[in-house]
């Protein structure tokens, strides 16, 4: 048994990729690992999860950036995402949001579990973060979500990665490096090298002395 790397896009994880010789693709096997690129978003990285996902996989490594809500996280900190949330799911009651749970049709919110108690993985904050289809970019859609959810990060693969891990029991860990904060867009502030400079450095620490 050996863990499965997911990744929305090669360029989040092409320096772990570089650092073991490993050709970039769709689909890469290594003795160590095995690497699965989705594609950005949760239907994308549902169905690749569908096809390659299986008892074989004794973890699921979700690796990726994310946006902060909380501004005290400095640029490229690399945070332990241990709830993530499927935050559009549901209805609008005119101004009001009904959730999934609400509506009694499942549940958004999902959990990272495993029992792992590396050193390199207890160093890391604990957030809980959301998974949308729509990056937040305007003050008030920002001020909405907060003040409903109060996430601390925003992904657009996250949920959908815990989810299959419940549906399937496999453990699971999401490990993300902040880009950007969630604020009106401008990307002038964002920070995706150092993002993905650290997350990298990190994933390469955690797969060399797992």
């Known amino acids: 048994m050996k863990p499965l790397i997911v990744a929305a896009t090669i360029p989040e994880i ?12 769709e689909f890469i096997h290594s003795p160590e690992f095995d ?13 690749a ?12 490594l979700n690796l ?26 549901g209805a609008e009651d005119k ?3 009904i959730s999934i749970d609400e509506l009694g049709f499942g549940k958004s919110k999902y959990t ?20 949308v289809n729509r990056v937040s970019g305007s003050e008030e859609s920002i001020k909405a979500i ?16 815990l989810y299959c891990c419940e ?7 999401q490990i993300r490096s902040i880009s950007n904060y969630v604020e009106p867009r401008n990307k002038a502030n964002w920070n995706i090298g150092l993002a993905i400079k650290n997350l990298n450095d990190w994933a390469i620490g955690f797969l060399t002395n797992t």
């Open 14 to 25: 092409a320096i772990l990729i570089a650092t073991f010789n490993l050709h970039e693709k």
């Open 35 to 47: 690497i699965l690129i989705t594609g950005a978003g949760m239907t994308a990285t549902a169905f």
């Open 49 to 60: 999860l569908g096809r390659h996902l299986s008892p074989k996989y004794n973890l699921v």
């Open 64 to 89: 990726g950036i994310a946006g902060s809500f909380d501004k005290s996280l400095p640029l490229g900190t690399v945070v332990n995402i241990t709830t993530d949330e499927f935050a559009e799911l």
């Open 95 to 97: 101004d009001l949001f």
């Open 112 to 131: 990272a579990y495993n029992n792992l108690l590396n050193d390199h993985i207890t160093q890391l904050k604990k957030v809980d973060g959301i998974t």
């Open 146 to 161: 907060t003040n409903r959810l109060n996430p601390k990060t925003e992904s657009m693969e996250g949920a959908a990665v």
């Open 167 to 173: 549906q399937t029991s496999i453990p699971c860990l």
